[in-house]
């Protein structure tokens, strides 16, 4: 088995303040994902990355940038951090793309 | 960008009879289609997962049926359980894009 860490678990930030969440999973998998869950709500893809030199924007990414960089690691940047945002930011990864998708804990965002 | 849409948007059901959860979408490229069940405080995990080469998969008391002329698909929870609380989402990926967009979910309650 593997596991997908996220960190930090939560993040306070300030308004216009430029925040990162990092994740890493240890199953030597091919595709990694950003989404974004608002409280009740559905999850709306941010980023994703189909490989390691790959990357790729999803209906949501405006106001968020993204990086891979390595195989195991993809992190998510929130540019501008916008007063009373509050969401869960689930990082997820599969073998392949078009396969079982696994997701991390989670970052608790909220903004001050 | 709603290509994934799912009703109802809660459902309470009583213990024993069998839970019908929908979903349709737009984009007739998609080709893999999980539903994934989220107990609070957790993460979404995959529940069952249908291809198009099949109009039905069933795994134990879960059974998705797939009507891809009419771009719907449906999650069937036979006798259903207080433990099946939980919430819903269905998903749609297209292996050349490679991304996964999730539904809105579905609250599912079963009363004892």
């Known amino acids: 088995g593997g596991i997908i860490t996220q960190t930090p678990k939560f993040l306070i930030g300030q308004e216009g303040q430029k925040l990162t969440l990092k994740c890493q999973q240890n199953?030597?998998?091919?595709?990694m994902y950003w989404y974004r869950q608002d409280s009740g709500k559905g999850l709306r893809l941010i980023y994703y990355?189909?490989?390691?030199?790959?990357?790729q924007k999803g209906d949501l990414s405006e106001g968020y940038d993204a990086s891979r960089e390595k195989k195991s690691s993809f992190s998510l940047t929130v540019t501008s951090a916008q007063k009373n945002e509050m969401a869960v930011f689930l990082c997820?990864?599969?073998?392949?793309?078009?396969?079982?998708?696994?997701f991390g804990k989670g970052t608790r965002l909220t903004v001050v | 960008q709603q290509q994934v849409r799912q009703s109802p948007q809660s459902l309470t059901v009583w213990e024993g009879e069998t839970a019908i959860l929908n979903c349709s979408y737009e984009?007739?490229?998609?080709?893999?289609f999980p539903w994934y069940h989220q107990f609070p405080g957790e993460s979404p995990a995959l529940l069952i997962a249908i291809r198009p080469v099949s109009n039905k998969k069933e795994d134990g008391r879960f059974t998705i049926f797939f009507n891809k002329r009419e771009k719907k698909f449906s999650l069937h929870i036979a006798d259903s359980q207080p433990g099946d609380s939980a919430t819903y989402f269905c998903?749609?990926?297209?292996?050349?894009?490679?991304?996964?967009?999730f539904g809105q979910g579905t609250k599912l309650s079963i009363k004892p």
């Open positions: 990355s189909i490989t390691e030199n790959d990357l």
């Open positions: 199953f030597n998998h091919d595709t």
């Open positions: 984009d007739s490229t998609f080709d893999y």
């Open positions: 998903a749609a990926s297209d292996y050349n894009q490679g991304k996964l967009i």
């Open positions: 997820a990864s599969s073998i392949r793309r078009n396969t079982e998708v696994f």
